[in-house]
């Protein structure tokens, strides 16, 4: 089993930053694949950005140049994504999402309200 803490939403101005962090512990595996997906109240949930062990993130194109995901240098099975230039579109419930060896976890989610 796998447990993931989420922290770091809140409510923001458009235009303002927020930086969330998701910490994995339980059985880890060295090699595995951690991001952020978000879903808004009645929509479908989406990739917002992974990053596999130390690879390059990947990012949806609607965050790409706004949010930046990394790892911890220290603590490599946390994760931070550092939002940039939020905008009201990006409110939603942000979920912290850990894959290896075929298994899927998922955090309980973080609220991010960015207000107009």
């Known amino acids: 089993q796998v447990q993931l803490v989420e922290s770091g939403g809140g409510l923001v101005q458009a235009g303002g930053s927020l930086r969330l962090s998701c910490a994995a512990s339980?059985?880890?595996?060295?090699?595995?694949?951690m991001g952020w997906y978000r879903q808004a109240p009645g929509g479908t949930r989406e990739l917002v950005a992974t990053?596999?062990?130390?690879?390059?993130?990947?990012y949806s194109h609607t965050v790409r140049d706004r949010f930046i995901l990394f790892r911890d240098h220290i603590r490599p099975n946390t994760v931070y994504l550092q939002m940039n230039s939020l905008e009201p579109d990006d409110t939603s419930a942000y979920l912290c999402?850990?894959?290896?060896?075929?298994?899927?976890?998922w955090g309980k989610g973080t609220l991010v309200t960015v207000s107009s």
């Open positions: 339980g059985n880890i595996f060295s090699a595995n694949t």
């Open positions: 999402n850990y894959v290896a060896e075929t298994k899927d976890y």
């Open positions: 990053i596999f062990t130390d690879a390059e993130p990947k």
